[in-house]
């Protein structure tokens, strides 16, 4: 009973391993190539639960939906002598899986193979387009062109070229530098321009300033000297009616004015003759000239 129990275990395994190496499934997104010892023998485009022969036919899966391939940044001589590095892209289907197993084998062989294609014939390309035609509208043209450049070669590898694009477009970095150090030089030279500009204004309006400052305080001082002759005047005028009103009184009050200004200082020191004019109010006990 033990012996029949273990017979039919091992004979469910193999079952097992059989069905499992018999059957796949073919997904929606997916086509599979049948091969037995590296050459097709069978094809599959729909999906569902497909069959082979187990451990000696191989399954192949390939994808149905549109592929990308990344090219690498090239740098091509416009026609207008102008140098870009140009950075494409591209998106293809397998249109003919058969064709393209004998062609390029694997995914990753067609992009090395594409991006030699699509690099070739963008230089063709662009070697006749201007670098304003690449920055126009005509670059959908241009790119259309290179995608049926493409075409002409990949629909014999079992492939279809869906779009091409340019996803960048730059100078080389000399260019770059050389262009950054004019543009650098042509704002400093508008920035020394500014500044130049900016000081002439500035020492125009300072001279004004000081033009107009030396006027207002010529006439100021013209306006004081005027006013100082007329309260000189009007002094000499109020000087004469007092001196004509009381001579005595006048002239002693102008030699007390000269003693308070003479002798103002704590250190003034006079050397005078005491005959002199100067004292003469000092030799009277009334405080009169003799």
């Given amino acids: ?30 086509q599979a190539m049948v091969t037995q010892f590296g050459d097709p023998v069978a094809l599959h485009t729909e999906p569902g639960l497909k069959f082979k022969m187990p451990f000696v036919q191989n399954v192949a899966f390939f994808d149905e939906r549109a592929l990308n391939v990344d090219t690498v940044p090239e740098e091509v001589l416009l026609a207008d002598r102008k140098r870009v590095v ?3 892209f591209a998106r293809y289907r397998i249109i003919d899986m058969l064709q393209f197993y004998r062609t390029m084998g694997t995914e990753v062989q067609a992009n090395t193979r594409l991006n030699n294609m699509i690099n070739s014939a963008m230089r063709a390309e662009l070697g006749q387009a201007t670098l304003a035609e690449l920055l126009s509208e005509k ?10 450049a493409v075409n002409g070669e990949a629909k014999r590898q079992g492939i279809e070229i869906v779009d091409v694009r340019i996803g960048r477009a730059d100078l080389p970095e000399q260019t770059s530098q050389a262009i950054y150090a004019r543009m650098r030089t042509e704002r400093e030279r508008e920035a020394a ?17 000081d033009r107009e400052r030396t006027v207002l305080i010529a006439e100021a001082q013209k306006e004081s000297q005027i ?19 009381d001579p005595e009184f006048y002239g002693f009050y102008r030699t007390m004015e000269a003693y308070r200004e003479s002798l103002a200082g704590d ?11 100067f004292f003469k109010y000092f030799n009277s006990e009334k405080g009169v000239s003799r």
């Fill in 1 to 30: 009973m033990r012996f029949g129990q273990a017979f039919l275990l091992a004979l469910f395994v193999v079952a097992f391993l059989l069905a499992w190496q018999s059957a796949f499934i073919v997904r929606e997104t997916n």
């Fill in 227 to 245: 006013l100082r002759g007329i309260g000189d005047e009007q002094a000499i005028g109020v000087y004469a009616t007092a001196f004509k009103r």
């Fill in 139 to 148: 670059r959908d043209e241009l790119m259309g062109n290179i995608r049926d």
């Fill in 86 to 88: 140009v950075d494409t």
């Fill in 267 to 277: 250190s003034t020191t006079l050397i005078l003759s005491p005959e002199g004019d």
């Fill in 193 to 209: 321009e500014f500044r130049a500009q900016g000081q002439e204004l500035a020492q125009e309006i300072k001279s004004r300033a």
